[in-house]
């Protein structure tokens, strides 16, 4: 069974950092394409970003320049490195591997 535990999110003020964590067990992590995805109060969840298991990536127009996407195989983990944060970014970040979800990490960006 595949489980997805995310980690990483919090307050920020306008203009900070944050570092998603996502990590996978229960799957042959390597060759798996992942995806960052959010939810803001209201809107639908949209893609913010994916990568392939060769590292190929995608983002959403909204973050590129500004958010990465990178993963660590050796310790089955996919991260989302977001810089320049502004307010529309606040949502419920969840991490996706096929049809799984895990259970969301929520990002404030606020003064």
């Known amino acids: 069974q595949v489980q997805l535990v995310e980690s990483g999110g919090g307050l920020v003020q306008p203009g900070g950092s944050l570092r998603l964590s996502c990590a996978a067990s229960?799957?042959?992590?390597?060759?798996?394409?992942m995806g960052w995805y959010r939810q803001a109060p209201g809107k639908q969840r949209e893609l913010v970003a994916t990568?392939?298991?060769?590292?190929?990536?995608n983002y959403a127009d909204s973050v590129k320049g500004r958010f990465t996407i990178s993963r660590d195989n050796a310790k089955n983990t996919v991260y989302l490195q977001m810089n320049s944060l502004k307010p529309e970014d606040t949502a419920v970040y969840y991490c996706?591997?096929?049809?799984?979800w895990g259970q969301g990490t929520q990002v404030t960006v606020s003064s």
């Open positions: 996706k591997k096929g049809s799984q």
């Open positions: 229960g799957t042959i992590f390597s060759i798996s394409t």
């Open positions: 990568i392939t298991g060769g590292g190929s990536t």
